[in-house]
């Protein structure tokens, strides 16, 4: 007998008949990924292709439906350079545009649909290797547009040059290796660095008095929130940001 004990126990749904979607499967290959509130959106090895999870049941693994159900994916123009999930919408980052995918989506029997992908902006969408920009914060979400632009689409989809305070510091650190939201103190980090990887700082921005600052603290390999204070990575040694007085 192919089915075990537990799933009986269970008593989960088998979809022997119906709909092709109700048999379970691992997703498909990807390079980019988010976890949303209800489902899980990764690209696809066509990159133009997003791909979403079925909705997503607590204590259970996610799981996606049949490769080519179509009412799970979508597809823009341009290969999807990043995703997020921000609210009920997923967005999707190209090089050139960003676009939004709005609508429920088909619940786990497969019924539904997301809404066609609706392009937001073509002033810009994600530098190469852009994905490392992309944190969500209260206010919105932070993406680099272009080596010097540190852009925020807010939550009511517009686009804000929110960095052009700290472009002349893109000039001198155009790659963004890590980023990180510290939730308790309002602050959006990111570890950024020289293009040769030689020299390098951390660039904070502080949410509620619109403030940059930046920790000349050299080269960082990876930054997190910890405890509420902003830890990073440093030639293999954790330090861990003073808390404030």
């Given at each position: 007998?192919?089915?075990?004990?537990?799933?009986?126990?269970?008593?989960?749904?088998l979809?022997?008949?119906?709909i092709a979607?109700?048999a379970?499967?691992?997703?498909p290959?990807?390079?980019?990924?988010?976890?949303?509130?209800?489902?899980i959106?990764?690209?696809?090895p066509?990159?133009?292709?997003?791909?979403?999870?079925?909705?997503?049941?607590?204590s259970?693994?996610?799981?996606?439906?049949?490769?080519g159900?179509?009412?799970?994916?979508?597809?823009v123009?341009?290969d999807?350079?990043?995703?997020?999930v921000?609210?009920d919408?997923?967005i999707?980052?190209?090089r050139?545009e960003?676009?939004?995918?709005?609508?429920s989506?088909?619940?786990?029997?497969g019924?539904?649909?997301f809404?066609?992908?609706?392009?937001?902006?073509?002033?810009?969408?994600?530098?190469?290797?852009?994905?490392?920009?992309?944190?969500?914060t209260?206010e919105g979400?932070?993406f680099?547009?272009?080596?010097?632009?540190?852009?925020?689409?807010t939550?009511?989809g517009?686009?804000e040059?929110?960095?052009?305070?700290?472009?002349?510091?893109?000039?001198?650190f155009?790659?963004?290796v890590?980023?990180?939201?510290?939730p308790?103190?309002?602050?959006?980090a990111?570890?950024?660095?020289?293009?040769?990887?030689?020299?390098?700082?951390?660039?904070r921005?502080?949410l509620q008095?619109?403030?940059?600052?930046?920790?000349n603290v050299?080269?960082?390999?990876?930054?997190?929130?910890?405890?509420?204070?902003?830890?990073?990575?440093q030639?293999?040694?954790?330090?861990?940001?003073d808390?404030?007085p």
């Amino acid at each position: 007998d192919p089915i075990v004990d537990s799933d009986l126990i269970r008593q989960q749904p088998l979809y022997s008949s119906g709909i092709a979607s109700g048999a379970h499967h691992a997703p498909p290959p990807n390079e980019y990924v988010w976890a949303g509130k209800e489902r899980i959106v990764c690209n696809s090895p066509r990159r133009s292709k997003f791909v979403a999870s079925k909705l997503i049941v607590p204590s259970e693994p996610a799981e996606f439906a049949a490769e080519g159900f179509v009412a799970f994916s979508g597809q823009v123009t341009g290969d999807i350079e990043g995703i997020v999930v921000l609210g009920d919408s997923t967005i999707l980052f190209t090089r050139r545009e960003i676009w939004e995918v709005s609508g429920s989506g088909p619940g786990r029997n497969g019924v539904g649909e997301f809404f066609a992908a609706r392009r937001i902006s073509n002033a810009g969408g994600l530098v190469a290797d852009g994905w490392r920009s992309l944190l969500e914060t209260d206010e919105g979400v932070f993406f680099q547009r272009n080596t010097t632009q540190l852009c925020m689409l807010t939550k009511s989809g517009g686009v804000e040059w929110i960095g052009e305070p700290i472009e002349d510091y893109l000039e001198d650190f155009p790659v963004i290796v890590a980023s990180t939201y510290i939730p308790s103190k309002h602050t959006a980090a990111f570890a950024v660095q020289a293009t040769d990887g030689l020299t390098g700082g951390i660039l904070r921005f502080d949410l509620q008095h619109k403030a940059w600052f930046f920790d000349n603290v050299g080269v960082v390999a990876s930054i997190a929130e910890y405890q509420g204070r902003l830890a990073y990575i440093q030639a293999g040694i954790v330090y861990v940001q003073d808390a404030a007085p």
